[in-house]
């Protein structure tokens, strides 16, 4: 069945278009994301969901998301996403980090003509008849301090426009390279130093608990007076009553805002200033912005939905769509071997090494560390999958480490992983064959070459005659057929492990019987994600 996603904001047709061209089918309800409860409603009929700024997807909309698997924010800012509900249940994040670069850095530099020269004022004021030249006196741009706070996709275009328009352009940025800064011929300084200086500010930082409120009183006190300050970013940069203060106190000379505390903004302390010019969240409303955050959104999500291939997301690694049919074998394997760990485990883990040897260190191991957490912690998280594992690793305290070599054996690529609890340190290594099939190479340092399957039943045991005869008269007797036996030992006589592949689950009084022969130390039920044996 065709995967069906819900575009529930103002979006390109573009998108529409993309999506059914790619086997999507789509739902456009352009309004929708206005309507809260509708969207709870409906949104567990959706495999994803395109947005822009309007639709709030809260912890409820997630809870509600039951089929849900990608959210696409056809824009840059993601703070209407609670993102770590939708890591949590498994959804993917995306953005368009670049696609509505240029027109809302356009937009800072036409707020901050607009405020230079009080345009829309003059505008009113013109078309009300009456020509008042000399109350609109404003001030050139050419040779003034440009401060630029936050120097990213957007703010380093603002800059280079500044330096066009012959300003002098300063930068703070805690990521900003002494040689981008040359490179873009601006100088670097810290924060105190650019609000010092600046005759305009510009602000282009995304929303973090640390940029949250940063114009606020104090940071207007060490501003220099008759500054004029823009905001096209996020309005909670800015505190919007501490700077309406000092716009009215004169310290602050006007002020261009395109994005506010709380959106839609009905009403702010800004409202009705003098020298405040403020749009709604205009920003990225440009034709050709829509169109390429609208094309862009929509491939991303079909990419994803269709061929399994990452790009943009801010809660996973990227995979390529050239590298997702070589990845997925590996993926599977990853998930195996993490489920294998994962189930002969009962105590706490602390931490897990996932070694990557030989062709497979070079392929997106990020994505194979994420499919290999999943698969271990599946046993007790039902959801969990590749998004969702890496924090829920973090919040159980689970220590994980990669670590890549060049091929060391006879496989061309294997992934050992290794498990530490607080009793023991498990290893299980395992690879991928010509035939694309996942399959297990070693278990606790024994070798062997176990095909994977859905069910299993893994013994660990004395290395003693009679074994492989116990396992087939008992299964066998109960019509459990064994598709693949594969035993292992350390040395004659010593640990051996037996894996067996059947073709249907194994009651659990048939391993009690396994169990009661002496020489078995412990015979358990295996699950795996795999195609049922046919
Ligand atoms: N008004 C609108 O319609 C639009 C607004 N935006 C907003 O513009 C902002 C910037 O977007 P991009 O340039 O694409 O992001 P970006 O991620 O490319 O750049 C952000 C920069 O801010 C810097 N930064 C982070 N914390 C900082 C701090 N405490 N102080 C100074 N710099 C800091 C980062 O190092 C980074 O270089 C975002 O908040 C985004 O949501 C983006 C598009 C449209
Ligand atoms: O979609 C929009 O109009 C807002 C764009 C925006 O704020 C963003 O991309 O961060």
Redesign the pocket.
Known sequence: MAPRVLVSDALSETAVQIFRDRGVEVDFQPDLGKDKDKLLEIIGQYDGLAIR?ATKVTDKVIAAATKLKVVGRA???V?NVDIPAASKKGVIVMNT??G??I??AE?AVALMFAVARQLPAADASTQAGKWEKSRFMGVELTGKTLGV???????SIVASRGVGLRMRVIA?????SQERATQLGIEKVE?DELYGRSDFITL?????D??RG?INKDALAKMKSGVRIVN???GGLIVEADLAEAIKAGTVAGAGV??FETEPAKDSPLFGLDNVVCTP?????TTEAQENVALQVAEQMADYLMRGAVSNAINMPSITAEEAPILTPFVKLAECLGAFAGQVTEEAIHSVEILYDGLVSQMNTKALTSATLAGLMKSQMADINMVSAPIMAKERGIQVTEAKRDKSGVFDSFIKLTIVTEKQTRTVAGTVFSDGKPRFIQIKGINLDAEIGEHMVYTTNNDAPGIIGLLGTVFGKAGVNIANFQLGRNKRGGDAIALLYVDSPVPEALLDEVRAYKEIHRAMPLKFDMPSAE
Do not use: E, Q
């Open positions: 700024s824009g840059i800012g703070d980090p670049f509505n670069s027109t809302t937009h706070v936050g120097c990213g996709n957007i703010g703070f940025d805690p990521f900003l924060l282009h930082t995304p929303m973090t640390k940029t940063m096209c970013a996020r395109d994005v969240h205009l920003g990225a409303s």
